[in-house]
DNA sequence: AATCACTTCCAAACCGCTTTGGATGCCAGA
DNA sequence: TCTGGCATCCAAAGCGGTTTGGAAGTGATT
């Protein structure tokens, strides 16, 4: 059933028809209901392949899932991120499109979507410093989000982020306060951006109480369990071992958390842990209680606010970036408590 | 810069440029290369939109993924599943369309998918016993592939899934060969098929040597840390604890893992563990060594396979259902060894 | 020389919708 | 009675490709 034969069924032209689905005014108030029943009743759906055409504009927003060829992480947050952005797109009516490809065809990805007009816009997962794809997109005048920011960066654009400096910028100082001294920092890759910001939280953290950073209670790589558990291990086996530790994530998290249990220590007690939740929902962090005290923003929320940034962006004639940063909640678990002095 | 502007440039005609860029035969080899360098040259990329109005195909295929209402679990394989099966269309030409939806609608957005001509095919994911979506999807004559199976359905349908039964069963006898005898359970939700079926192998394998279930060693919940943690937990406090564990995930696993260590037994000596691990790229199984033994079967590799199948079911006017059952490895970890004589 | 089969190209219809630029009829106001 | 404005509808031209049904030219065959 297409537009045409659902107005000879009702003895109109394809132009009213569609203005009445579409509420146009120039059309009769008792012949629009009579449309919009017989639409219902013969079950008419309009053909979005027509539409889309016909209108120019594509209706849908691309997400490009870069794979780092080199070690193949699929980014755990992803599929809540999509969740997110995913309820926005059901709401305006907009499809969502995926693209997964290798890190090098990234670029010609974006030029595809852009030239062959498949997307009005997309949003930019996982910046690095100087990410090159912003000032790419910028250029070839796609309209794009991204989600989190790139240091560096000279053009503008747009974004949205969790404060992630001020988030372990808090937690470190919550440490402090409960008088730890040594904080053991767990922080995934720094060539993200994220992580690049979180490190400067801790660092300031500590310059603002004169402390100095101790390059092995540093430590970097991929959020997997078994590096937290690692990391964690080896600062703990040092002569002066911390007595307190800032996880990147809730997996690295449980890492260290097995590290802390299987050298005997009690969580909380000997030794605390501040992690950062990204609020997963498979991931739950307790469920009255927090088992992680944590630095807590819903990644779920922020693919939600990113995509209606976008699609506010698409429809608005004015192209001024927008900027939105999201503060994270610091929650009280039951992995903190005062330092135990040394006995 | 589209078909008729390259066509004038060329001198040629809109039609004989298509034929010649979509390789037709009825056109001059030197033509061809002429009309390719030139669409090279202005960068020319044919419109989508007008492709699939003009063809009448989507060129693309839906994943719905459904949000529990209530529970609002993000199944943590999805990203996995989405990035093998993304594989797959870039590389076969193909867009990939995600819907975000409530359960309670997902039955009216695979109608609008099909009536409104957004895709060509779709992938079922997380079916469950008499899973409806089947005889629905069956009934509207949109092509679909189903990501596990649905026991209980009569109407016959394609679908690729592991062989969760004989996982566990293989799993559950390499315990009972060790000499393990009281075995604990710790499945996902047993209204999921593929929980059911494991389950199936668990008992079957039980069955065959005569050892009765016991249904306090039988644990179904979400797949988490905690649930994992709380499960092994309160089993191990039994008078007659188990001497091993099968659990569901790598999540699962780890929370039992927990609960194992805090209990202040050492894994693969006191007790030990075999899980089903999905392969997902943020959770290994540690690196050359695995950790856990293991029922494997990588969820990425599913998604590559699944959507090959949709393809060429779509692509192939003989519409009889494709089936196709992998086998799970089973790898050996640290986590498994002889039952310790009761001293 | 006429016929035929190929090769190579093109004009025009078509996919299903939106949107522009009227056309028609009716009523109020001059 | 005529004019202008308004409400309501429609024909037709698009969007940018694909595809059908020739047409023109060439060379071989009769």
Redesign the pocket.
Known sequence: M??????TKL????????????G?????????TRVVAAAQRYN????T???R????RALAVGHVLPLATRHEIVNPIFADFIAGAGETYSRQGYDMLLSVVNDEDESRTYRQLKSR?SVDGVIVHAPRMNDPRIAMLAEIGLPFVVHGRATGTTTPYSWLDVNNRRAFLRATEFLLDLGHRRIGFVNGLEFMDFAIRRRNGYLEALAARHIPPDATLMFSDEMTENAGYAAAQRMLALPDRPTAFLASSMISGMGVRRAVESAGLVLGRDISIIIHDDDLSYLPNGKEVPIFTATRSSVREAGRLTAEMLIDLINDTDPTPRERLLEADLIIGQSTGPVQKVS
């Open positions: 297409n537009l045409k034969e659902l107005a003895g109109l032209s394809p132009t009213t028809v569609s203005r009445a689905l579409n146009y005014p120039e059309v009769n108030e008792e012949t629009r008419y759906a309009p053909n392949r027509a539409i055409l016909a209108t120019g007009g």
